[in-house]
């Protein structure tokens, strides 16, 4: 159940709720009506829909909790809470007419309690959602990403939470390739599944690819080594201003072929050295 039906179940949810207070508060508390039969089977129907509704949505909700990984922050510990305590006020509330008849008259005060749990219940997920859907922001969910709706702000989002566990975030987010983040999310993704399920994968490889890709250089003729396998991803600055030994260049171009064999080619890794190398001369 995605968070825009489940908001909306929420809603008929809570409105069947309100039917079944009514009409409990106008069969106990209000004037002598003509046909009290009538309210007393509206409540009826109320409030089993509004049994029905809360249980179908419990167990989408036991899914959902099955699929975080993560410790649950403060809002979901609550909601799951509220959800636990209003199922055994239910099943109370359920229970007192058919086995504690004696206790009939505190039935609505627990009804009213238990509208008042459901209406918080709901406040805090499907509130929530509503809040970010209005401000436009992303709304992350434990529940399946739907592939075909790819979301630039939710890959970003569960970029920071999921990588940075055991990534420094600047060491990883230099520009690459598509094909190149293409295979390093995959393999993340297979490294640190469940924790990374694939749906989130597809969300964060979509971020990378549309925020973290080499820029397109114009290409007119022959260009330098330099800015065909070097530029794309780094400043001018960045490469001259530092000094290495041939070694040392080597040890780096051969650095950069690993975290890109697309943009710097294992055969041309001699080549660019050399050109670094004597670069370097040049500008002492």
Request: glycine share 6%; aromatic share 10%; hydrophobic share 45%.
């Amino acid at each position: 159940m995605n968070p825009l039906v489940s908001t909306i179940t929420s809603g008929f949810f809570l409105l069947f709720g309100a039917i079944a207070v009514y009409t409990m508060m106008r069969r106990m508390g209000g004037k002598e009506l003509s046909k009290p039969g009538v309210y007393t089977t509206v409540h009826k129907i109320a409030g089993w829909t509004f049994v029905i509704l809360f249980i179908a949505m419990f167990v989408f909700m036991l899914e959902r909790v099955e699929n975080y990984w993560e410790e649950s922050s403060p809002r979901i510990t609550l909601h799951i809470t509220l959800a636990l305590a209003l199922l055994l006020l239910l099943v109370i509330k359920v229970t007192i007419p058919r086995f504690f008849s004696r206790l009939g008259k505190n039935l609505f005060l627990l009804g009213t309690g238990v509208y008042l749990m459901a209406f918080s219940l709901v406040t805090l997920t499907g509130g929530y959602y509503i809040i970010r859907t209005v401000e436009r922001t992303p709304y992350l969910t434990h529940a399946g990403l739907p592939e075909h709706i790819l979301d630039e702000n939710v890959g970003k989002e569960l970029f920071i939470n999921k990588c940075s566990v055991c990534h420094m975030l600047d060491k990883i987010m230099r520009p690459r390739s598509t094909e190149a983040w293409d295979t390093v999310v995959n393999e993340m993704v297979s490294l640190a599944e469940p924790r990374i399920r694939v749906d989130e994968g597809i969300q964060i490889l979509h971020y990378l690819t549309m925020t973290h890709v080499p820029k397109q250089l114009e290409v007119l003729g022959e260009v330098p080594l330099i800015e065909r396998h070097c530029l794309s991803c780094h400043e001018a600055k960045e490469i001259f201003v530092r000094r290495y030994s041939k070694a040392g260049w080597r040890e780096i171009v051969k650095k950069m072929n690993e975290y890109d064999p697309e943009i710097v080619p294992l055969d041309k890794l001699d080549e660019i050295v050399e050109f670094l190398v004597e670069s370097q001369k040049f500008n002492d």
